[in-house]
């Protein structure tokens, strides 16, 4: 999960309804810095060099943490919340509770040599609530910056330094280092004699390139729907829009006739009728008939304009949803047919050299690229006396 990050909950300085104070005492701190003394670590140095740059007075940054919390661009912080199991097959007070604590607390011990880019300043293992679980606060950070300062807060820079590039909207730096870390979570778990279940799939045996293809073939499958149900929105929201146009056009057309001169259509005076008598026997009763019609034409024509005009908007919003659907939907079949050829290649090579050379081929090429970014990006080292 990610949170929204809460230092003062997280280090139980207040208590949350869902907390048990008494079992408070069972949770692990692993560190809890104050925020802005670690924004001084990391960024002072950086804020002095580019202050110096600046000729005019107002480009001068005085507090950096200031600027970040008050700005939009980017968090202070980052919290993410890490959890195995559930209240019925985990509980905090169980001996399988205390299972997930240990492998929680494995992984903590890892995370931030595996994430130098991260700085951990708070991290918590919860016990107190019904399933253990870990909080883990950071600020992403990339040095040799060209723009603003050179050492700088952006969790994207920061998890590119890491190796994670973003490709689509659906494959984000983020997303890949999520991926990544619930794959350290997982072989933490299966050191501990706990299998990963998979709740997107029922399929247990599926490569991880065959539960790709999967997923996005059931994503083809929705969107295909909704594409469909979208068009033929779209077709029955113009046959609506042609059958109420002429009605429209002949509601105008009628409140026109009735607009003209009323000398037009006034009955002739009969034969030595007197001017009182035609005024109470024709014009009042030709009048009255008149408003009337007049004013029930004028009703109906204000409800059908606005259902006209009501429709033409959702005619409208329907039309761009198809039109973002049919581009989701391109750029899935895409991704699709990249994943069948991945997977197609892996297959060849393995009928090659066999699954088994595969195999510790990949696991070997997976631990050389650990390696060369433990060598390319070493541990930022911290004395703890001069924190």
Not at 136 to 163: E, M, N
Not at 324 to 344: C, G, I, P, T, Y
């Amino acid at each position: 999960m990610v949170g929204q990050g809460s230092v003062n909950h997280n280090s139980r300085k207040f208590h949350a309804k869902n907390t048990d104070p008494e079992r408070s005492h069972l949770n692990v701190t692993y560190c809890q810095e104050n925020i802005k003394t670690v924004y001084r670590e990391l960024f002072d140095e950086a804020l002095e060099r580019y202050n110096a740059k600046q000729t005019r007075a107002d480009r001068r940054i005085e507090d950096y943490y200031e600027k970040i919390r008050s700005g939009k661009q980017e968090k202070p912080f980052h919290e993410i919340i890490l959890q195995v199991g559930n209240r019925d097959d985990m509980s905090a007070d169980s001996e399988e509770g205390q299972l997930a604590a240990a492998v929680l607390d494995e992984y903590m011990k890892g995370f931030q040599e595996r994430n130098p880019q991260l700085r951990v300043f708070s991290a918590h293992l919860h016990m107190d609530e019904a399933t253990p679980h870990l909080h883990i606060d950071f600020v992403p950070f990339t040095t040799g910056s060209k723009r603003g300062l050179d050492t700088r807060v952006s969790l994207k820079q920061a998890l590119a330094a890491q190796g994670f590039q973003g490709g689509t909207r659906g494959d984000t730096e983020w997303s890949q280092w999520v991926r990544s870390e619930k794959e350290q979570l997982s072989l933490v778990m299966e050191r501990h004699g706990i299998e990963w279940e998979d709740k997107g799939t029922h399929d247990k045996h599926l490569s991880v390139l065959d539960y790709k293809k999967e997923q996005r073939a059931k994503e083809i499958a929705v969107l295909e729907t909704v594409k469909a149900e979208k068009e033929s929105q779209v077709e029955s929201q113009e046959r609506r829009l042609k059958e109420l146009a002429p009605a429209v056009k002949n509601m105008e057309r009628l409140a026109a006739d009735f607009s003209t001169d009323p000398e037009e259509i006034l009955p002739e005076p009969g034969t030595l009728e007197t001017g009182r008598a035609y005024r109470e026997k024709k014009a009042k009763p030709l009048l009255a008939q008149i408003v009337k019609v007049l004013r029930s034409l004028y009703l109906a024509y204000v409800e059908l304009r606005g259902k006209f005009e009501r429709l033409q908007g959702d005619y409208g919003r329907v039309r761009e949803s198809n039109a973002r659907l049919s581009d989701r939907l391109q750029e899935v079949k895409l991704e699709n047919k990249a994943l069948r050829q991945v997977s197609a290649d892996y297959e060849r090579v393995k009928r090659a050299f066999g699954p088994e050379q595969v195999e510790v081929a990949v696991q070997a090429d997976k631990q050389r690229e650990q390696a060369e970014k433990g060598r390319k990006r070493p541990r930022r080292s911290v004395d703890r006396g001069e924190r």
